[in-house]
């Protein structure tokens, strides 16, 4: 569906400890991302600020086909609601 290239990257991208699914359960990880996110979670930085473990660009993508979190438009910036960030984001993680 998408034709992307794959780039090697130089160094290892630090992530969040938030995102270390494979020794947390579902629901301990929901828990996490609850506490840590904010109500609306802005798209641009969302690898850096929150480490959502995808770049913008690509979620951007997701969205324009309707496989995305779910963007919203708050001014001028894409946002994504919590609650369904974090589903998507479990649903693709576990």
Not at 17 to 27: D, G, I, Q, R, W
Not at 39 to 49: M, N, Q
Not at 67 to 73: E, T, V
Not at 85 to 93: D, G, M, P, S, V
Request: hydrophobic share 35%.
């Amino acid at each position: 569906m998408f034709k992307t290239k794959v780039k090697q990257l130089k160094e290892p991208i630090p992530f969040d400890e938030t995102f270390h699914a494979f020794s947390l359960s579902k629901t301990e990880l929901r828990k996490r991302l609850e506490d840590a996110l904010p109500p609306l979670v802005p798209r641009h930085g969302i690898r850096e600020k929150h480490g959502v473990p995808y770049r913008e660009g690509y979620l951007a993508n997701l969205d324009s086909v309707g496989m995305g979190p779910g963007a919203i438009r708050v001014g001028n910036r894409v946002c994504y609601e919590k609650g369904a960030l974090i589903e998507w984001l479990l649903q693709r993680i576990a």
